[in-house]
Structure formats: structure tokens, C-alpha cells
């Protein structure tokens, strides 16, 4: 069983794991989505995880030494937005931009060819940097002059369009987007009350 499965069946979310277990969301972030090998972790990692799930580190690694590769590599992008929305409001601005920087998080989806996410990610960093004052990180600047081929709206625009007949919901969201979101085609406009 993956760490995915475990915190499935045990209905707790990636967010409350790096909470209570003190292991970092960005790390956890990456074991769940396969970008880090839980097999390669630290054995205070692994312990602190097994801990809170109420499972033995063997159970936790058992699939990844037996090579069965169960973990997804990607996940929907709506779900992704979810997440880092999330991780903002659990973590607050600034430990979350700390975190997301100091993992390079953005860098990496950008080498996999994730660019929805990594545009999104840097475009969450971009914003909140701008709400808090504080300068852009530099390490970033050629990403920013890239942007998506075609616009990402969110499903419920997209609903809302077809339910009313009428296309220019579409691209009302774009235009009246979060700047940081609009510069790479992505239709944003609430970052901050999720449920």
C-alpha cells in the first residue's frame, strides 16, 4: 500500500500529515505525487510518517522496494489548485513561499514539462509576494516571460458557460483574472477561501 492509500483509507489529507508528523509539505508533496522516492527518505522521515498514519515504515515503503510503481505522477490540475490554495491557507504567505522556494517546487514541475503547475505555482508566489511586500525571487525570471499556448479556465467557469449558452464567461474570467495568474494564461481569481 502507497502513502496515497494510507491517507486515503485513514481520511486524512497531505496537508494534516505535514502537520502533525513536522515533515515539511513540500517534501510530503513530492513523495505523494512520485516526484521523491519514499524508499530514498531519511529514517526520521519515514518514522515521523509512520507515526501519525499508525503504520510501520514498512508499510510505508514495501510497494516502492517491491518496484511497484503505484503512485501517481501526475494529478488533475484542478486538484492541484486545491492543494496549493490549501497549503497557502494552512501554512500562511510567507512559510508557504519560504517552503515553495526553498524546494525548488516550481523549478521541478517546469523540468517535467508540468507547465500548467509550475506556472501556477510561480504565479501563486508571484501574488503573494506582491500582497506582503516583498520582492519577486529572481531565480524565476525567464519562466515569467513564458505563458500557456491555450488559456486554463476553472471547471466551474467552464459549467457556468455552458449552463448560461454564453462564452463570454470564458473569457470574462481571464480578463478579470489575478494579474500574477493572467500573465500565464490562467484564469484565477480566488486564491483565498477554499473550503
Excluded at 501519525?52 to 492541484?80: C, H, Q, R, S
Amino acid at each position: 500500500m502507497n502513502i496515497n492509500e494510507i491517507l486515503k483509507e485513514k481520511g486524512m489529507t497531505k496537508y494534516r500529515l505535514a502537520v502533525l508528523s513536522g515533515v515539511p509539505h513540500a517534501t510530503l508533496n513530492n513523495i505523494c505525487s512520485g516526484q521523491a522516492k519514499i524508499e530514498k527518505c531519511s529514517a526520521e522521515t519515514l518514522y515521523k510518517l509512520a507515526q501519525v498514519l499508525d503504520v510501520t515504515i514498512e508499510d510505508l515503503i514495501v510497494d516502492a522496494v517491491k518496484g511497484v510503481d503505484t503512485v501517481p505522477k501526475t494529478i488533475p490540475f484542478e486538484l492541484f489548485k486545491s492543494n496549493v490554495c490549501h497549503r497557502v491557507k494552512d501554512c500562511g504567505d510567507i512559510p508557504f513561499i519560504v517552503e515553495t522556494l526553498k524546494s525548488d517546487e516550481i523549478r521541478s514541475y517546469y523540468n517535467q514539462k508540468q507547465y500548467p503547475q509550475a506556472f501556477y505555482l510561480l504565479a501563486m508566489v508571484d501574488y503573494l509576494s506582491r500582497e506582503n511586500d516583498l520582492p519577486l525571487c529572481s531565480a524565476y525570471s525567464d519562466m515569467r516571460k513564458q505563458k500557456l499556448v491555450k488559456p486554463i479556465y476553472p471547471q466551474s467557469v467552464i459549467a457556468m458557460a455552458k449552463v448560461m449558452d454564453d462564452d463570454t464567461v470564458i473569457t470574462e474570467s481571464l480578463d478579470n483574472a489575478i494579474p500574477e495568474f493572467r500573465r500565464f494564461n490562467i484564469a484565477e481569481n480566488e486564491v483565498r477561501y477554499v473550503i
